[in-house]
């Protein structure tokens, strides 16, 4: 049974896990398997599972966690909508800083359970198994009736390990992460717990067009499997960025981690070029490893680069809008791959212009081919120089930019997607 591909590079690997796919799951998508519709939506208890930033629900659960956990900003807005429609939720997230293998805390209609997640060195060797079962557990402690899970790894296998129906969001593509992240041994695991999750899972969505066709391909998704785009709270859309001091015009770039994926050294080495043109040009760096003596901070001054460069670091996401809204010129996205881009819609959201890779995954269909913002070859510093000046006081693409947001990614009509598809999935079980 060929469930990968002569066309698919990691087709020779996908044999180890190929004996835990029931065959019946191969042939379990029809000529009309995109084509989803449901009735009305009746009250549900839901279990969320995935990274989420639970204390941005607190006042719903009654209490803040009790030690940091996975965070993810959408999916907690998910949460909170489900629990304003009426639904019941329990929360399911990891924690490597809990020493219970599972607290569970807040009420009969709003709660978390916080699975214990261990070191990656003591995780890998039974690949996750410990996390998986954890997963598992906590959903069959709450028995929802449907299962909305975020993240295909070890949240979608403890998904996989329980009867409920579920919803699974692909929010990545393990191929294209195994072929660009280092170290390989942890990624490996990784991408055969997505090719597992690809055979096994009764319905998935993805959220860009580009994340849902290479799973098509690369994944080898037989299954159903729709678009349901990542949302935007509608409270973004009402803010309207002040373009910041057209004399002192401030780039700014919100990454995750200084790693080549992400692209960010061409950034700094086009920021150097632009200085030439705007000397008095400011370059702000937000996100983990972009902080005053992280990686980015000490890559930049061993080179001789950080001229004009604010190293500022994470920074929690209101603060971090706000002041994008009050201080930022123009957002510059210089990935080489994004499966969405969570950080240009919020931009995009507050009407500031974008610069992104023309090739860099959904980046192009988020910024709507170039109409709706700034795109170039990230990976020459040259052209993305040149954008990034292009793209100073262009009030026309950052309107058009703020329309699609707002036309296109609302939270609340994403919220409403998914809760239609949990239906579904609860009505076919």
């Known amino acids: 049974m060929d469930l990968v591909g002569r066309n698919c590079p990691f087709s020779f690997w996908f ?12 042939n379990a998508a029809g000529p009309d398997q995109n084509k989803l519709s449901v009735g009305p939506v009746l009250r549900m208890k839901i279990a969320l599972v995935g990274q989420i930033d639970v204390d ?31 639904h019941s939720v329990r929360m399911v997230v990891l924690s ?9 805390y807040g009420s009969r209609e709003v709660s978390v359970s916080i699975v214990h997640q261990r ?39 403890g998904v996989l390990r329980t009867r409920f129906p579920h919803v699974i969001t692909a929010h990545d593509v393990p191929t294209r992460l195994f072929s660009m992240l280092r170290p390989r041994y942890y990624h490996w695991p990784r991408l055969m717990q997505g090719f597992l999750v690809s055979a096994r899972a009764k319905l998935m969505t993805a959220q860009s067009p580009y994340t849902l066709r290479l799973w ?9 499997m729709c678009l349901v785009p990542n949302g935007v709270a509608p409270q973004l859309t009402a803010i309207s960025a002040s373009g910041g001091d057209a004399n002192v015009p401030v780039f700014v770039s919100v990454n995750a981690g200084f790693q080549p994926r992400k692209n960010t050294k061409t950034l700094i080495k086009s920021f150097f070029i632009l200085r030439r043109s705007y000397p008095s040009a400011r370059l702000r760096l937000y996100g983990s490893g972009f902080g005053q003596g992280e990686e980015a901070n000490q890559w930049a001054s061993r080179r001789g680069l950080e001229g004009g460069v604010e190293f500022v670091g994470h920074t929690p996401n209101a603060q971090l809008v706000e002041e994008l809204a009050s201080t930022a010129s123009v957002l510059v996205h210089p990935a080489l791959e994004e499966s969405f881009g ?4 919020e931009a995009m959201a507050i009407g500031l212009p974008v610069v992104g890779g023309r090739d860099s995954g959904a980046i192009p ?38 329309r699609r947001i707002a036309e296109n990614f609302m939270l609340d009509k994403v919220a409403d997607q998914y809760l239609e598809l949990l239906a579904q999935a609860a009505d076919r079980s």
Not at 216 to 224: I, L, S, V
Request: hydrophobic share 40%; with cysteine; charged share 25%.
């Open 15 to 26: 044999p180890i896990i190929s004996s835990e796919i029931p065959d019946t799951l191969h």
């Open 216 to 224: 098509k391909t690369e994944m080898r998704r037989r299954g159903p």
């Open 96 to 104: 490597s800083h809990s020493n219970a293998e599972l607290t569970t």
């Open 365 to 402: 269909w988020l910024l709507d081919e170039g109409r709706a913002g700034f795109l170039c070859d990230v990976r020459s510093p040259a052209d993305l120089a040149d954008t990034m000046a292009r793209a100073l006081g262009t009030r026309n693409i950052a309107v058009a930019g703020k």
């Open 119 to 157: 070191r990656a060195r003591r995780a890998i060797p039974d690949w996750f198994r410990m996390e998986v079962l954890g997963v598992a557990r906590a959903i069959e402690d709450y028995q929802p009736d449907a299962v909305s899970c975020h993240w295909t790894y070890e949240y979608a296998r």
């Open 56 to 86: 941005r629900v607190a006042d719903l659960v009654g209490s803040p966690a009790p030690f940091p956990v996975h965070s993810f900003p959408l999916t907690a807005d998910l949460a909170r909508i489900f629990v304003n429609r009426g």
């Open 342 to 345: 969570m950080a240009v819609a």
